[in-house]
């Protein structure tokens, strides 16, 4: 990560719920928000799709206000039904509809747009750019 922030990237960590190495060690995961990644949680994660400790590192990075986007990695229909209303009902009960809204729907359509990721930590982060306008990741 510290090579590709000092190439002038801001990377987003895909699915930080779901490696082993960061779900059992929170300090790291801190650290990495300290060192300015966003992290992409899976709506199956939310919803128990890949285990019980998976599903509680997801619910944790959620409640935590570290991930800036809940989305799926879907790959086809079959093998991982669409979660996206679960996932998105168990943000609106915990979390309230504006942060629902903002992680499923803001947010992504805020980093197809290059626009910065909004925080509910009351700041913004540009998504897949540096600060100081490097390259996009």
């Given amino acids: 990560m510290f090579e590709l922030r000092t190439a002038g990237f801001r990377p ?4 930080p719920e779901r ?3 960061l779900t059992g060690d929170e300090g790291k995961l801190r650290r990495m928000r300290e060192q300015d990644l966003l992290f992409q949680v ?3 994660s939310l ?3 890949f ?3 998976t599903q509680e590192a997801a619910r944790m990075l959620a409640e935590r206000d570290w991930a800036e986007f809940v989305v799926s990695d879907g790959y086809d229909l079959e093998k991982r039904p669409d979660t996206f209303q679960a996932s998105r009902q168990w943000v609106e009960e915990n979390r309230g509809a504006e ?3 903002l992680l499923f729907l803001d947010n992504p359509w805020r980093l197809v747009r290059g626009e910065p990721a909004a925080l509910r930590e009351g700041r913004t982060r540009r998504a897949g750019a540096a600060p100081s306008g490097g390259r996009a990741g």
Wanted: net charge positive; aromatic share 6%; no cysteine.
């Fill in 12 to 15: 987003i960590l895909g699915h």
């Fill in 19 to 21: 490696q082993r190495q």
């Fill in 42 to 44: 899976d709506f199956g």
């Fill in 47 to 49: 919803t128990g799709r």
């Fill in 51 to 53: 285990g019980q400790r």
């Fill in 99 to 101: 942060d629902a809204q």
